[in-house]
């Protein structure tokens, strides 16, 4: 009878798990959300959305074909995708120059997209728009700490696309084995292609360790445009993809809530930018709400001519409650980052007390949007916030994620 009676017990905890179990749309600001869904299965539908920059600014001449972008040492870097192999560390309140490195011994072919885990910087050699015939596509690995001794230590990791068979010349932007995306995970590395003809992208995997490889396709999505550079926040479970339309419409994939690296399993969500005719190509975000952009010069005479630029954007209103509701828990509530301000509350002009170096600062508000952003310096800073709403907002410093200091506008 034991047997038996477990095997009931069994049986009936398997059944009321199923029952309890309810696929569906999770995201509220979906038109098709599901109240009783508590398992997202990423059939969410949205509106039509568009946002604008915060802020733009030109970049220098000498990053007239910027690329990829990644945060790193609190800093904004990119690349060119030309014969150029520096890298450039650029102000974003003034798109400046602040700091470079050249990654010396490399002969460059098509610099796309930059990516890194803690250790390592990697770049995609993979640009194949020419002909789509390249037999040597790479991503190069760089010791983060070789690099900062201007010696840097550089390996490669070397591939093919599974499902590519011919190798003939396809001709200039007519290929689907075109790419300028890619992100690394734990273990391995994701690239999204930039299908040219398909308008679609292909999700490839392969591990990030240097050798040769043959790049598994896992799925392909359909953008209608096409990607051209990515960006993973692992703890918020977030990529955001880069791309743009035939007519250099630019646009922002937010991909999210998935399971593991099935990228694509989650919510899926096009939100065009309003910037006509900017060649969107790199994309970076330090908290998966604020993100960085770049565009590289376009010129189609006599009516169109776009400089090279940086672009700051606040996606909050689309993920702030998804992002907040994930680190809600880290919040503290007095002081952070060892900073201190006061008066708290405050009515009308904040000092922040800084020890640290120059570094950017976020004030949010109860929603999660950004309505200030600018840099503390060492010692005191001053913030006017006479202008905000009653309530209690959060600072955020640097690429801190989920955590800040708490203030009170009274």
């Known amino acids: ?121 990697y770049i995609g050699d993979f640009g194949n728009n020419a002909n789509g015939n390249r037999t040597d596509l790479r991503i190069l690995r760089i010791d983060k700490n070789s690099l900062l001794i201007n010696a840097p230590a ?8 599974s499902d590519q068979t011919s190798f003939d010349p396809a001709g200039a932007n007519n290929t689907d084995f075109d790419c300028e995306a890619f992100v690394v995970t734990g273990d391995s590395l994701y690239v999204f292609t930039k299908q040219w003809i398909s308008n679609k992208t292909g999700l490839y995997a392969l591990p990030k360790v240097p050798g040769t490889y043959t790049a598994n396709l ?25 791309g743009y339309s035939p007519l250099l419409e630019p ?40 993100y960085y952009l770049s565009n590289e010069q376009f010129s189609q005479p006599p009516l169109v001519a776009i400089p090279q630029k940086l672009h700051i954007l606040d996606l909050s209103s689309y993920l702030g409650n998804y992002i907040l509701g994930l680190t809600q828990s880290a919040i503290q509530p007095a002081t952070h980052h060892n900073l201190q301000g006061y008066p708290n509350p405050v009515n009308d002009i904040l000092t922040i007390e800084s020890p640290y170096l120059p570094e950017n600062f976020y004030l949010i508000n109860p929603s999660g949007q950004t309505v200030r952003m600018g840099k503390l310096i060492t010692g005191s800073s ?23 200091l708490k203030v009170i506008k009274k």
Request: glycine share 6%; net charge negative.
């Open 218 to 242: 896992k799925t392909s999505f359909d953008v209608d445009g096409m990607v051209t550079g990515a960006v993973y926040l692992q703890p918020q479970r977030l990529v955001a993809l880069c």
């Open 154 to 161: 550089i390996d490669t990791i070397s591939f093919s696309y």
């Open 1 to 121: 009878m034991k047997p038996l009676f477990a095997s009931a017990l069994c049986l009936l905890f398997f059944i009321l798990s199923t029952k309890a179990q309810v696929n569906g749309c999770t995201d509220r600001m979906a038109t098709n959300y599901n109240s009783s869904a508590n398992l997202n299965d990423g059939s969410c539908l949205y509106d039509n959305s568009s946002v604008s920059p915060l802020a733009s600014f030109n970049l220098p001449g000498t990053l007239a074909e910027t690329s990829g972008l990644c945060l790193w040492d609190h800093q904004v870097w990119t690349h060119n995708d030309n014969s150029d192999i520096t890298l450039y560390a650029v102000d974003t309140v003034s798109g400046s120059i602040l700091q470079t490195y050249h990654v010396d011994a490399i002969v460059t072919n098509d610099w796309e997209d930059i990516s890194q885990d803690s250790n390592y910087l």
């Open 251 to 290: 646009f922002i994939y937010l991909l999210y809530d998935f399971q593991r690296s099935a990228f694509f399993s989650g919510n899926k969500r096009k939100i065009t930018i309003s910037l006509p005719f900017h060649q969107v190509e790199g994309i970076t975000s330090p908290n998966g709400l604020r």
């Open 382 to 404: 001053r913030i006017d916030v006479s202008d905000l709403s009653n309530g209690m907002y959060l600072i955020r410093v640097g690429e801190e994620i989920g955590s800040g």
